[in-house]
């Protein structure tokens, strides 16, 4: 049996128009690299919070599941779980914990991806071999993997034309959520995800650059001050925060520049999902 290797793909000039939309600059954009459509489709992903009043195919959505779950994970342990909420009244109850993303009562599909230390205990209880998965090693792969897989299906998705937004604030109210999804002990969730086919081509957000993201060899945070600065102007210039949308004016007042990393400085103030801590202790987790 002869075996070939695939051929590469062609060589194409250069992805400047996705590097500048996703990072504001052409500086540092790589030349001379392979045409992959796939990698052009990635730098200009974007989450999108408004649908289309269309549904979504349900082979499609098993294809893309199944997608999802072929994602990485540690040691081969498969700790992640999904839960699809089909049933409207368990769908309300949710979105109805937060009125202020009205997205998660109304996208098409609503998936609430779970990490699950609880399987592999039951996995040593079938096999006679009974271990303790709730320290921090079973937490943190539980929700690594969970992680991996919601990621895999947002990629996935984007694919085939569908949009995604990630729903984390679900673990402000985590016993509510547990107790409307039957929830057991060591399955936490890591994030809901609304799924459904776009209705606005929503806008890219842009991203801090890779000379703040990509250490070489070591660690160095030395140009953090200046490159932030310069990160917020490329921001500000292609989608400014008005001075209404400026957060809690009443304790920071308002800002004459007023760009991104005011904003998530003013957002990190305020502590969040603060019942989650107990409420993991409570279903199980040590975290020793
Ligand atoms: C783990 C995670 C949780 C998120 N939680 C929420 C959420 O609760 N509500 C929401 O509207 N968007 C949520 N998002 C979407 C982010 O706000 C969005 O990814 C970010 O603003 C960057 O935008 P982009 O994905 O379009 O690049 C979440 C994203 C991630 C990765």
Known sequence: MTSRRPASPPKSASYAAECRARFGEESGVPRQ?????????????????????????????????????????????QQASVIRVEERAR??????????MPWIGNAPVFLVF?????????????????ADNGNLEGFFNAAIDAALV????ILAAEMVDLGCCPISVIRNHPGAVAEILNLP???????????????TAGHISMRLPLEVTLHANHYDDSLLGEAVEAYDIRRGAQHSIPREQQRSPEIFGYAALYGWSEDKA?????PEAQRFPTYLRRRGFSME
């Open 33 to 77: 690299v392979p045409e992959v459509p796939w990698l052009r489709q990635v730098l200009m992903r974007r989450t999108h919070r408004r649908y289309a009043d269309r549904p979504v195919a349900e082979p499609l959505l098993r294809l893309l599941l199944a997608a999802a779950f072929s994602a990485s994970s540690k040691s081969d342990f």
């Open 91 to 100: 769908r309300d109850r949710l979105a109805a914990l937060i009125p202020d």
């Open 114 to 130: 779970c990490g699950d230390a609880r399987r592999l205990e039951r996995l040593g209880e079938l096999r006679g071999h009974k």
């Open 150 to 153: 919601l990621q895999t299906f």
């Open 185 to 199: 002990d060591k399955v936490f969730p890591v994030a809901g995800l609304c799924v459904g086919y776009p209705a």
């Open 266 to 270: 003013r957002q990190a103030t305020q």
